[in-house]
């Protein structure tokens, strides 16, 4: 039997998934949490063997929250969930140490298959992001603006793509309202643009937003 843990800030999505993963035999809910901070909290004391993490939630979530829960777990499976486009956000999850990655506009049709292949493989990779990650490793060509972007500068990117502002990113992320202003003005003199309109516009122009 495999032991999933759900976390995801909303409950209608939390539900959704128990409703798929119920149908199957070999699958069983073992818990949830609707926050990165809960889980972190908790973590000792969850026996799972895989974690469907959202990867957009208010307070700890995203790259550090990987990051922290692999410190605390070395061996946990952690599948993402993410609004974000597979190709341009996967890759990053992968390497702090995510075990596969889902589009949530993808996941209902993907999820119990990526399960699967986690739990007996410890990785899951669509097609896409296999040839992503084997580009990954060739030799590197010039970098666009936005893929020389640290970790945080791009999570701080996307958020402020979908019109957040700085005050209520700072309340997401557990940081200063000053300390996003300082990241949003390296994002800025990165991309070569003065506003959050022109940033809007860079990223519809690379695709990095539907």
């Known amino acids: 039997m495999i032991k999933v843990f ?3 800030d909303h409950e209608i999505i939390r539900e959704g998934l128990k409703k798929i993963l119920k149908e199957e035999a070999d699958l069983i809910v073992v818990g949830e949490a609707q926050s990165g901070d809960e889980v972190l909290q908790n973590i000792k004391d969850i026996d799972c063997d895989i974690m469907l993490l959202d990867m957009n ?4 979530s995203g790259l550090e929250l990987i ?3 692999k410190k605390l777990k070395p061996q946990l499976h952690i599948l ?3 609004i974000h486009p597979e190709d341009k ?3 990053r999850t992968l390497k702090a140490g995510a075990s596969g990655y889902l589009c949530k506009d993808t996941a209902l049709e993907e999820l119990v298959v990526a399960i699967r292949k986690v739990h007996s493989r410890g990785r899951y990779l669509s097609n896409t992001l296999a040839e992503q990650l084997a580009f990954d490793f060739m030799p590197e060509k010039d970098q666009l603006p936005h893929e020389q972007l640290s970790n945080r500068e791009q999570e701080i990117m996307f958020m402020l793509t979908t019109g957040k502002k700085v ?3 700072a309340k997401d992320l557990n940081l200063s309202i000053s300390t996003v202003f300082t990241y949003r003005v390296r994002i800025f003199e ?3 643009i003065k506003s959050n309109v022109e940033l809007t516009h860079y990223a519809i122009i690379n695709k990095l937003v539907d």
Do not use: E, N
Request: net charge positive.
């Open 89 to 91: 956000f996967a890759l």
């Open 80 to 82: 993402v969930l993410s």
């Open 67 to 69: 990051g922290d829960l």
């Open 190 to 192: 990165k991309l070569k």
């Open 6 to 8: 759900i976390v995801d």
């Open 57 to 60: 939630m208010p307070g700890r």
């Open 167 to 169: 005050k209520d990113i």
